[in-house]
């Protein structure tokens, strides 16, 4: 398997402009999540998917950023309008539950995409 | 508070040093616990999950202490491959997400 695959890898934009992150999780896996880690905050949860579904986003900063998981295969993390604090490396990650067993504490991350606002 | 709390380091051992982070969590309930490692510029990856018995991984080992609320990792033999930011990770009870620490950076020195 390919892994989890996230795009672009690296993204440096102006105030103001739309940012897409993109992330394709690991096939087979059913929970995918969003991670922000900067140096003074760590590794922060944003949002998190079950089958698609979004349950918890409770992390999500603010009404710029939304998340989407039209299928399960892909997820996409927008911030509209971004602004110079959003820099950051915004990773994504996959799980999975297998059988009865809860196995989906593992979690998968991607390469992350550092995101630079000017 | 945090819910997970590490010292930052960074932890200088020269090659062979036997080295040992801990870390505290403040929410008692939490059931799962785990170590990731982080290399510079990359990804976390699981280094090892964390049972109530204590677990072994060649030269890892991994505690957890309930009762005072922190988790251990033990490195022993150091490698200048084991330099790295070592994340303590909590599942909390009832949310699939993980919480996880601010990282031990480790430097493994010639």
């Known amino acids: 398997d390919a892994g989890v695959i996230q795009s672009p890898r690296h993204e440096v934009t102006e105030m103001g402009q739309e940012v897409t992150l993109r992330c394709k999780p690991i096939?087979?896996?059913?929970?995918l999540f969003w991670y922000r880690q900067t140096m003074m905050r760590g590794l922060e949860l944003l949002i998190y998917?079950?089958?698609?579904?979004?349950?918890?986003d409770s992390g999500m900063p603010e009404d710029r950023f939304s998340a989407k998981m039209p299928n399960a295969s892909f997820s996409t993390l927008k911030i509209q309008p971004s602004e110079p604090r959003d820099s950051a490396v915004y990773f994504c990650a996959s799980s999975f539950r297998r059988g009865g067993v809860v196995k989906g504490d593992t979690q998968y991350f991607g390469p992350g995409t550092r995101l630079t606002v000017l | 508070r945090k819910e997970v709390e590490q010292d930052p380091g960074p932890f200088n051992v020269p090659e062979g040093a036997t080295v040992a982070f801990n870390c505290t969590y403040s929410?008692?309930?939490?059931?799962?616990f785990f170590w990731y490692r982080q290399d510079c510029r990359k990804e976390p990856k699981l280094l090892m999950s964390v049972y109530s018995s204590g677990n072994e991984d060649g030269r890892f080992t991994a505690q957890l202490n309930r009762a005072s609320q922190y988790i251990s990792l033990l490195i022993r033999d150091s490698k200048l491959s084991d330099s790295a930011t070592y994340l303590c990770v909590v599942n909390p009870t009832g949310r699939r997400a993980l919480t996880f620490g601010s990282g031990t950076r480790l430097q493994v020195q010639p």
């Open positions: 998917f079950n089958n698609n579904v979004p349950i918890d």
């Open positions: 096939s087979g896996h059913d929970y």
């Open positions: 929410n008692s309930a939490s059931q799962s």
